[in-house]
Every structure is written in C-alpha cells, then in structure tokens.
C-alpha cells in the first residue's frame, strides 16, 4: 500500500484540440486519482498533476450542444437557473470539462485536493512549461 511519503507526482500535458469532451475527462479523472498506477490506494492521493490545453478547441457528440443542461439552485423558491452546453462553451470552454471532471472525481475531501492538480488553459500556451509535462494524447 502506497504511503503518502512515497507518493511521486508527474507532469503531464493534453491538447484538447479534437478530443470529446467525455473521453477526455475520464482520462483525466484518472490520471488525477492515480488509477492507472500499480501504487494505487484508495485512500491515499497518488496522482498526477495535469494541464490541458486549446479548450476552446474540444468537441462533442451528437445533439449534446443542445440537449445537454447544467442546472444551478440559487436555493430560493424559483432560483433554478439552467444553461445549456453550447453557451457554457461560449462563455467559459473551460468550466464544461472542470464540472465533468469533478463529477467523476471522489465526493469528499480527498476529490477535492485532486481537483486542484487540475489546470485548464484556453489558448495553445499555458504556464507550467517550467515543470517539463510530458505531452499525452488520447
């Protein structure tokens, strides 16, 4: 069982120019979890850190920029505000894939401190170029 002193951490970089939206996030939500390592340990955060790229580049499947909702309840009688893909892609590329990666993560504390080894940046350029991630594609 992995003990969190010997947890060994790794840069690694996604161009989402192309990908689905879907198949890109369970990548992700793996390699934040550290599943695909033979260390793994439930318990234990043992993965990765993961930037992603040219976001505004991803792409989706079927009729999902329509028929896909995000709901969000202000908590008051009335206060449900609901967005579909296509213009949460339009305001914020990044906020679709960080709500489908988080969603696919842990519901406890344990997903929360794998959810911030997540960087998402728009453009082609991002800055973590110093840490050396190494590029993977899907």
Do not use: C
Not at 47 to 75: F, P, Q, R, W
Not at 82 to 89: A, D, F, G, Q, T
Not at 97 to 102: I, N, R
């Amino acid at each position: 069982m992995l003990r969190k002193e010997d947890v060994v951490r790794e840069w690694l970089h996604y161009d989402a120019d192309g990908v689905v939206l879907g198949r890109l996030a369970a990548e992700i939500a793996k390699k934040l979890m550290g599943k695909d390592k033979v260390t793994y340990t439930p318990h234990i955060d043992g993965g990765d850190y993961v930037v992603i790229t040219n976001m505004e580049k991803i792409a989706v499947t079927g009729k999902k920029l329509t028929d896909k909702m995000y709901y969000n309840h202000s908590g008051f009688p009335g206060g449900l505000r609901e967005r579909r893909l296509e213009e949460v892609l339009a305001k914020n590329p990044a906020e679709a894939l960080f709500l489908a990666v988080k969603r696919m993560l842990p519901k406890n504390r344990l997903g929360a401190q794998q959810l911030t080894r997540l960087r998402i940046f728009v453009g082609s350029e991002h800055e973590h170029a110093a840490q050396n991630p190494e590029t993977k594609s899907l």
